[in-house]
Every structure is written in C-alpha cells, then in structure tokens.
C-alpha cells in the first residue's frame, strides 16, 4: 500500500494532534483517553451533543465538533468502536448542565460501548439520551450491525440537533428533533475500488477493474449487489430509487439532497451524480429545498458515492439553516 503515514500504530494519535492544531481556534485535543472537544467549553446549560465511532471516516465526526454542532467527539482506531472510558470522559467534559445527548451510528460495537459509557455518566447524576441513527436502506443486517447501518444520514442528525439545542432547547426536545431526522433520512451508496486499512495493508476486499457494489458499506461491508460497471445516471437511479421508495417520498413534498463522497471520488464526479439525482426528484414533483455536497462520511481512500434524502419541513428546514461553525461544515 502507499500512504502518507509514518507507523499504523499511531495512525490516530497523529491524525488527531494534526486535526486540533489545524483547527485550534474550533477545538482540543484530550489524551489518556482520546477524545475531541471544543476549543471553549460547552455554554453553560446549553444541552451538549457527543457522537463518535472509528476513525476512517474523517471529516466525521470531529470535523463537526463547534458552535451548533457537537460538543464533542470520540474516535475510535481505524474502522473499530472507541471505548467506554473514551466515551465516558468526553459526555463528562461535554456536560455543562443541561444533560447530554449521545448520537450513534448503528454498529454493534458503537451502540454497546455508548450504552456502557452512557450509563457509568448517569451513574454520576449526568443526564443522557440517546438517538440511534440507522438510514441505510442497502441491507437490515451486515457484519457490524444488528438492523440498518448507521452512514452519511449521521451528518444532518448532528447538525440539526446540534441546532436545537444551541438555541436553547431542552434535552428531552433535542432528543426528540434528532430522533425525527433519524427517522426521516435515507441513505445508500456505492463503491467503485476497495479501501485499505492501515493495519492490513491489502484492500478490504476485491472489485475487478470492471465491476462495482451497490449497497456498500463505509467500513467496505457488503451491499445489495456486485455489478458491471454502469453509467453515473444508472448508478445514481439505483441508489435514489431505492432511498426514495423506502422513505416514501411523494409529490409535493419537500427534501434535503445530500451527495456524499466516500474518500477517493472527485467533486466533479459527486456534482454529475447531484445533478441526475436533482432531476430525477424534481420530475417526480419533489421540491429540493436545500443540498450538501463533498467528502463528509468516508471511508478511507475508497472511490464511491453515497445518496442521502431527508424529508424536511419548516421545523427541519429552519433548524439546518442556523448558523454552524465547524471544521467541515460552516455557514
């Protein structure tokens, strides 16, 4: 393999030092154990917002640790759960009164390891929620997960939530906005060429120079299919078709159209698969209200897109507009 690495042992802890002395202004970085935090402390009884989970996946989730976002930010190693301790310390740092809302990815080892660190925090009289996020519609059941995967959907859940709670809602009322976009966001996506995961050196697994995987997951899961290789359009419509029949989206109805890049794919590339996605949509009498578009939930180097639709309304649509300052996302 050929990476811009020194020892994949200290993979993390060199990645993470980078990250929070190039973003010093947004956030710290915390040792024995790891997490990120914002550069300031949470405001005081403001709800704070913690996500986390394998490294790998960069700009999530530290680059979305700030104002309106999270508070902070728990890596993992390479494609593996962080630890209860790391989770643990960060909703402790996080906390400034007003509880803690704990966003996961649906991965076994993420939704266990939060579990255990979320009750050694109530153990210490620190309110906690939890909201589950598990949009991708390719499989109900892969090698990391008990039920739908947890991918791109993740981002629109941390920055909607993150919202709500900046203006000052309560816990139970953060929970509940990010448990409605949880349950209102799709996802699906493809890889065109394998990842390589620093400690194993080979690709995580094969694709001839002909063939693609619908349905793929970030850590190189399985997906739904492995195919010839299609058009962009083609690609695009399996996707989209699949993401839009599952959340049920009809005309007349409003939505976020999210293009993300899984690492290794061009924004050139991400922008011909917004425009078909775009078109298709609004032909069938979906309104686009609002887009993102970039390498924001990836998977290493691997070459692929993935497909995110959220169904907004007002309540939703607001909430996305407020104002974000983050390393990765900022308006």
């Known amino acids: 393999m050929k990476k811009l690495i020194n020892d994949p042992d200290l993979v993390l802890e060199q990645t993470v030092r980078g990250f929070t002395l190039a973003h010093e202004d947004l956030v710290a970085a915390h040792s024995d154990p790891v997490f ?22 960069e700009p999530l989730h530290g680059g979305f640790v700030g104002d309106g976002m999270l508070d902070a930010a728990v890596p993992g190693a390479m494609f593996t759960s962080p630890t209860p301790d790391q989770i643990e310390a960060a909703i402790k740092h996080a906390n400034a009164g007003s509880g803690v809302l704990a966003i ?9 390891n939060f579990e255990m660190a979320v009750e050694l925090a109530e153990a210490d009289d620190i309110p906690v929620r939890t909201v589950i996020v598990a949009d991708d519609v390719a499989v109900e059941n892969s090698t990391w997960t008990a039920g739908r995967r947890g991918v791109a959907g993740t981002v629109l859940v941390e920055k909607i939530a993150g919202a709500a709670a ?56 399985p997906g739904r299919e492995r195919t010839k290789l299609k058009t962009a359009d083609e690609i695009t419509d399996l996707l989209l078709g699949a993401v839009t029949e599952d959340l049920g989206l009809t005309s007349g109805e409003d939505a976020l159209l999210f293009i993300n890049g899984m690492g290794g794919t061009p924004a050139s590339e991400l922008y011909i698969v917004y425009a078909h996605a775009r078109a298709v949509l609004e032909a069938s009498g979906v309104n686009v209200r609002r887009s993102l578009v970039g390498n924001y939930v990836t998977s290493l180097e691997m070459q692929g897109a993935s497909v995110t639709v959220l169904r907004l309304d007002e309540e939703l649509t607001t909430l996305w507009d407020a104002p974000v300052h983050t390393a990765a996302l900022h308006w």
């Open 104 to 112: 996961v990815k649906n991965y076994t080892g993420d939704v266990m």
């Open 166 to 221: 900046t203006r000052g809602d309560s816990l139970d009322e953060v929970a509940r906005i990010a448990q409605k976009v949880s349950d209102s966001v799709r996802s699906m996506g493809v890889a065109l060429t394998a990842c390589t995961v620093p400690h194993a050196g080979v690709p995580s697994f094969d694709l001839a120079e002909d063939e693609i995987e619908i349905g793929i997951g970030i850590h190189g899961e």
């Open 36 to 57: 990120i935090s914002r550069a300031t402390p949470t405001p005081s009884f403001k709800v704070a917002l913690v996500s986390g989970g394998g490294s790998g996946h």
